[in-house]
C-alpha cells in the first residue's frame, strides 16, 4: 500500500525544452523521455537537434522537434501552438537554450555582444514563457524551469553581458512566480556552475582542473545530466510547494570561500 498522495511521475506530461540539441538541453530532453514524458526539443541547430530527436525515438520515447531561434519572437508564436497541437497541450517548460558572450564595457564586441545575449537569454525566456501560458494553464501540474547560471549570483571579470542577462533571469524567475503562483504555475530556475558542454570545450583541461582545485568543494566540473536530474526534480508534480527559487547546481562553487 502506498502511504505517500504527490506523484513524482513525469510520465505522458508534455515538456519543451530549447536548446535541445546539445550538453545540457540534450541531457534534460533525454532524461525526461527516459521518464515518460512526451517531449518537445527545440533548438536552433537543426542538424545537431534531428540527431537528438533520432536517438530519443530509438530509444523507443516519444518525441519531435522543431527548429527554432528564441530570439524571434514569430517563431516562438508560431511554434508553441504547434507543439501543444501535436501533444495535446503543455505541462512543462525548460528555457534552456543559451549562448555565451562577454567582453570589457569598451571593447569593440560590447554592444553586439549585450544586445544577443539579453535576446536569446532574456528576452527569449520571456516570450517563449508568455505563448506557453495559456496552456500550461490547462495542465494540472504545470512547471516552468529556467536555467540561469552561477554567473547570475555572481560576477566574472569581463562577462557583464553574460552575467547581466543571467542575473535577470533569476530576477525574471522570481517575478514570474509572484505573478503565476495564484494559478499554480510554478516557476523555478537552476544556476549551474562549470559544466561540461560546448559552451566550456575550449577551455584547455589543466585549467578545468585548476579552476576545480581552486574554487569547487567537489573538485570538478559537472556532467550535464547532473544538471538535468535537477531540473527534473522542479518539473515533478509533488513540486508543487516550491517556486521563485534559484538552485545553484554548481559543486559547491557558491558556498566555498577558499
Given at each position: 500500500?502506498?502511504?505517500?498522495?504527490?506523484?513524482?511521475?513525469?510520465?505522458?506530461?508534455?515538456?519543451?525544452?530549447?536548446?535541445?540539441?546539445?550538453?545540457?538541453?540534450?541531457?534534460?530532453?533525454?532524461?525526461?523521455?527516459?521518464e515518460g514524458?512526451?517531449?518537445?526539443?527545440t533548438d536552433?541547430?537543426?542538424?545537431?537537434?534531428?540527431?537528438?530527436?533520432?536517438e530519443i525515438?530509438?530509444?523507443?520515447?516519444?518525441v519531435?522537434?522543431?527548429?527554432?531561434?528564441?530570439s524571434?519572437?514569430?517563431?516562438i508564436?508560431?511554434?508553441?501552438?504547434q507543439?501543444?497541437?501535436h501533444?495535446?497541450?503543455?505541462?512543462?517548460?525548460?528555457?534552456?537554450?543559451?549562448?555565451?558572450?562577454?567582453?570589457?564595457?569598451?571593447?569593440?564586441?560590447?554592444?553586439?555582444?549585450?544586445?544577443?545575449?539579453?535576446?536569446?537569454?532574456?528576452?527569449?525566456?520571456?516570450?517563449?514563457?508568455?505563448?506557453?501560458?495559456?496552456?500550461?494553464?490547462?495542465?494540472?501540474?504545470?512547471?516552468?524551469?529556467?536555467?540561469?547560471?552561477t554567473?547570475?549570483?555572481?560576477?566574472?571579470?569581463?562577462n557583464?553581458p553574460?552575467?547581466a542577462?543571467?542575473?535577470?533571469?533569476?530576477?525574471?524567475?522570481?517575478?514570474?512566480?509572484?505573478?503565476?503562483?495564484?494559478?499554480?504555475?510554478?516557476?523555478?530556475c537552476?544556476?549551474?556552475?562549470?559544466?561540461?558542454?560546448?559552451?566550456?570545450?575550449?577551455?584547455?583541461?589543466?585549467?578545468?582542473?585548476e579552476?576545480?582545485?581552486?574554487?569547487?568543494?567537489?573538485?570538478?566540473?559537472?556532467?550535464?545530466?547532473?544538471v538535468?536530474?535537477?531540473?527534473?526534480?522542479?518539473?515533478?508534480?509533488?513540486?508543487?510547494?516550491?517556486?521563485?527559487?534559484?538552485?545553484?547546481?554548481?559543486g559547491?562553487?557558491t558556498?566555498?570561500?577558499?
Amino acid at each position: 500500500m502506498k502511504l505517500s498522495r504527490l506523484s513524482r511521475s513525469i510520465s505522458e506530461k508534455c515538456a519543451i525544452v530549447t536548446g535541445a540539441a546539445s550538453g545540457m538541453g540534450r541531457a534534460t530532453a533525454r532524461l525526461f523521455a527516459d521518464e515518460g514524458a512526451k517531449v518537445a526539443i527545440t533548438d536552433i541547430n537543426h542538424e545537431s537537434l534531428k540527431e537528438v530527436e533520432r536517438e530519443i525515438l530509438d530509444a523507443g520515447h516519444s518525441v519531435k522537434a522543431w527548429t527554432l531561434d528564441v530570439s524571434n519572437k514569430a517563431e516562438i508564436e508560431k511554434v508553441i501552438p504547434q507543439i501543444a497541437t501535436h501533444f495535446g497541450g503543455i505541462d512543462i517548460l525548460i528555457n534552456n537554450a543559451g549562448i555565451g558572450g562577454g567582453g570589457a564595457i569598451d571593447s569593440t564586441e560590447f554592444v553586439e555582444n549585450w544586445t544577443r545575449a539579453f535576446a536569446v537569454l532574456v528576452t527569449g525566456h520571456a516570450w517563449t514563457i508568455r505563448t506557453s501560458v495559456p496552456y500550461l494553464r490547462k495542465s494540472d501540474s504545470p512547471r516552468i524551469v529556467n536555467i540561469a547560471s552561477t554567473e547570475g549570483l555572481g560576477a566574472t571579470k569581463g562577462n557583464a553581458p553574460y552575467t547581466a542577462a543571467k542575473t535577470s533571469v533569476i530576477g525574471l524567475t522570481r517575478s514570474l512566480a509572484v505573478d503565476l503562483g495564484p494559478e499554480g504555475i510554478t516557476v523555478n530556475c537552476i544556476c549551474p556552475g562549470p559544466v561540461r558542454t560546448g559552451m566550456t570545450s575550449g577551455i584547455p583541461e589543466n585549467n578545468k582542473a585548476e579552476y576545480a582545485r581552486r574554487r569547487i568543494a567537489l573538485k570538478r566540473y559537472a556532467d550535464p545530466e547532473e544538471v538535468a536530474h535537477m531540473t527534473l526534480s522542479l518539473v515533478l508534480p509533488a513540486a508543487s510547494f516550491t517556486t521563485g527559487v534559484a538552485l545553484p547546481v554548481d559543486g559547491g562553487l557558491t558556498i566555498k570561500n577558499a
